[in-house]
């Protein structure tokens, strides 16, 4: 029974002492036309419910992973990858592209060659075309080359033409005569080299950030 008053009489002083801390705390505190005041002259004007004023909004991620050359040249937007070849966008040029790894130096990628480069003439002079395989093959995305000149070229729309002659790796680039018609044919539209914001070949491995 003595046991059961003590802890009765330590429960009711540890009651008393937080009922005399919060009126203590709460003393001086008063509801005011602003909001509540309180006795360190502190000012309460929204619910405690209420969020503030959203603050500004902050910048866009970076979106796509970017790729970048071994020695941090910045090459455009990863789209696609595989072992020895990869998809990039590069947004200042509006053109995707591949880097392939087999360039003529070790550790060094280019970009993708257009390998064969068909001609509407006998002698692989005038506007050079870009085959897409048989049939109406629209390219969908805007793809750019490196030509066997080592210039750089946009593949057109496809058109309607009667291809005559073609040089092309196989060949060591030599210009064969041959004729065959159809509307898979996309011209290689001329882009300056001065355009390309990035050296080639590039630097291996690439960076992904």
């Known amino acids: 029974m003595k046991t059961i008053k003590i802890v009765f009489l330590v429960l009711m002083t540890s009651f008393l002492g937080i009922i005399f801390s919060t009126l203590a705390f709460a003393e001086g505190t008063r509801l005011t036309p602003q909001g509540v005041k309180f006795p360190d002259g502190t000012l309460q004007t ?31 937007s990863l789209i696609d990858a595989s072992f020895t070849s990869t998809e990039i966008f590069n947004p200042s040029l509006g053109k995707v592209f591949y880097i392939s790894s087999f360039a003529d130096t070790p550790g060094y990628a280019d970009m993708y060659s257009s390998y064969y480069e068909f001609f509407t003439t006998t002698d692989c002079t005038g506007a050079s075309y870009f085959s897409t395989g048989s049939g109406d093959n629209a390219v969908i995305n805007p793809y750019m080359v490196k030509k066997h000149d080592g210039s750089f070229a946009a593949i057109g729309t496809p058109k309607d033409v009667t291809i005559k002659s073609v040089r092309g790796l196989q060949t060591s680039w030599e210009c064969w005569p ?9 011209e290689l539209i001329p882009i300056s080299a001065s355009a390309i914001p990035f050296t080639l070949p590039v630097k291996l491995p690439l960076v992904f950030k």
């Open 46 to 76: 929204t619910k405690a419910t209420e969020t503030g004023i959203p603050g500004p909004q902050g910048p866009p991620g970076p979106g796509c992973l970017g790729v970048y050359s071994n020695d941090g040249e910045y090459l455009g």
């Open 178 to 186: 041959g004729e065959e018609p159809g509307n898979q044919w996309h």
